[in-house]
C-alpha cells in the first residue's frame, strides 16, 4: 500500500513539472518559436564564410530568392563575407523532381541528409541542377550558401520532372505552323491588332513558392506585389542584363521579377528591352535621313514576314523585337507594310507592330 502511494506521488510529481515548463516556454518561447509556418524556410546567417560559431541572425524566409546586389541580408550581417543555411520540411508526391540552384558564390544542398548539390567555391552567377527521386511524403531540404564578395545571389527551386502526380499545368502555349522556312525559330500566329490598342504579350507562369515583384529590375526597387507558385503572367519586356521580366498580372499591378523563376516556352531573347522602372518596352523609330530608305522597328516581341499582305500568305521568315527594317511599300488598306529585312528577304508584315517616324501613307501602294 505504501508503494502505491509513493508511486502516485511520484506521477503528480512529474505531471506539475511537466506542467510548469510548458508555461515558461509559452512566456519566453513566444508563439512564432513554437508555431512557425512550414511553408517558410528556418533561415540562419553568420558574418563568415563558413558558418562557424552561433548564427548572427535567425528569421523565416518565405522563399530563397535573393539578389542583394551590394547590400546585405539584413543591417546585423555583412555586406561581403557571410554565409547562411535554410531548413524547411516538405510534402512531396512520389516522383522524381529537379532541384536548381543559382548563385554568386558558393553553395550546396541536401535532401533527407543526401548531398545533392555541391558548388562550393566563388564564382560568377551560375545554375546547378540535380534529378531526386522522392518517395511520397515529407522530407526534408537544407541549403546552404556562402557570399565572398561582389555580386550576391543565391536562388533555390524545384519541378517534377515525372513520377504519379501531374506536374503544374501551365497555359496552353499557341500552336505553330509545322513547315517555317527558317526550323530554328519558332514561328508565331498573327498578332491581330486589338480594338482596344493593347498588344497581346507572350505568357509566363511563377514557378516558385513565392516571388517578390518589384518596381524597378533590381533588389534595390521596393517590393509592390508577392506573387505566388502558378501565378500567370503577361511579359513585357526584359531588362538590359535579360535578368528580370517586367509583368503584368491579370487584372493586378505591373512590375519587375527575376527571369529565373518564370516559366515560358517564349525565347527571352526575343523580348524587346525597357528603360529602368515600370516604363514599357522601349521602341524609338530611327531617325530618317532624306537620302536614306525609310525605315522602322519592330514593336513587338517576335513577328512574322509573309509572302502577302495578308494572314492567309504563307511565313518566309520571323523577325524579332527591335529589328530595324526597311519600308518598301504598303498594300491598299495600308494596314499591310512591304518590308526587307536585315538578311535580305522581301516580305510583307502588318504595320501595327512597326514603329517608324516615316508617313507610312507616302509609302508607294501594291
Known amino acids: 500500500m ?37 511553408d517558410a524556410w528556418h533561415g540562419s546567417y553568420w558574418n563568415n564564410t563558413d558558418l562557424k560559431g552561433h548564427p548572427d541572425l535567425v528569421r523565416y524566409d518565405p522563399a ?53 548539390i555541391d558548388d562550393w567555391q566563388e564564382g560568377k552567377l551560375r545554375t546547378i541542377e540535380a534529378d531526386v527521386p522522392l518517395s511520397d511524403g515529407a522530407h526534408k531540404i537544407t541549403v546552404e550558401y556562402y557570399e565572398k564578395g561582389g555580386k550576391a545571389i543565391a536562388g533555390f527551386t524545384w519541378d517534377m520532372v515525372y513520377g504519379s502526380s501531374m506536374p503544374p499545368t501551365y497555359p496552353q502555349q499557341p500552336i505553330y505552323p509545322q513547315q ?39 533588389t534595390k526597387y521596393h517590393v509592390v506585389a508577392v506573387l505566388q507558385q502558378h501565378t500567370e503572367l503577361s511579359i513585357i519586356a526584359r531588362s538590359s542584363g535579360s535578368t528580370w521580366y517586367l509583368v503584368k498580372t491579370p487584372g493586378g499591378p505591373t512590375g519587375w521579377v527575376k527571369r529565373y523563376y518564370v516559366h515560358t516556352d517564349f525565347p527571352y531573347t526575343s523580348l524587346p528591352f525597357a528603360d529602368s522602372g515600370q516604363g514599357g518596352p522601349s521602341h524609338k523609330p530611327p531617325a530618317q535621313a532624306p537620302s536614306q530608305q525609310p ?61 517608324t517616324s516615316y508617313p507610312t501613307q507616302n509609302l508607294q501602294s501594291g
Open 2 to 38: 505504501l508503494l502505491r502511494r509513493r508511486d502516485k506521488t511520484h506521477f503528480w510529481g512529474l505531471l506539475a513539472v511537466g506542467l510548469i515548463a510548458t508555461v515558461v516556454l509559452l512566456l519566453f518561447a513566444g508563439p512564432s518559436s513554437l508555431f512557425a509556418s512550414t
Open 64 to 116: 530563397i530568392d535573393f539578389d542583394w546586389e551590394g547590400l546585405s541580408p539584413d543591417p546585423v550581417i555583412n555586406v561581403d563575407n557571410f554565409s547562411a543555411r535554410w531548413e524547411r520540411t516538405v510534402g512531396f508526391s512520389k516522383g522524381t523532381y529537379r532541384f536548381k540552384a543559382s548563385m554568386d558564390d558558393g553553395v550546396r544542398a541536401w535532401v533527407d541528409g543526401k548531398l545533392i
Open 180 to 218: 517555317p522556312i527558317y526550323p530554328q525559330q519558332p514561328v508565331y500566329p498573327e498578332q491581330p491588332v486589338p480594338p482596344s490598342g493593347d498588344v497581346i504579350y507572350p505568357v509566363g507562369v511563377v514557378k516558385s513558392p513565392y516571388l517578390n515583384m518589384r518596381s524597378g529590375p533590381g
Open 295 to 355: 525605315s522602322g522597328t519592330v514593336n513587338i516581341g517576335a513577328l512574322n514576314v509573309r509572302s502577302g499582305p495578308g494572314t492567309n500568305y504563307r511565313v518566309i521568315a520571323v523577325v524579332s523585337g527591335g529589328t530595324t527594317v526597311t519600308l518598301l511599300g504598303r498594300d491598299g488598306s495600308g494596314r499591310w507594310l512591304k518590308v526587307k529585312i536585315p538578311t535580305g528577304t522581301v516580305g510583307w508584315v502588318n504595320g501595327y507592330y512597326i514603329s
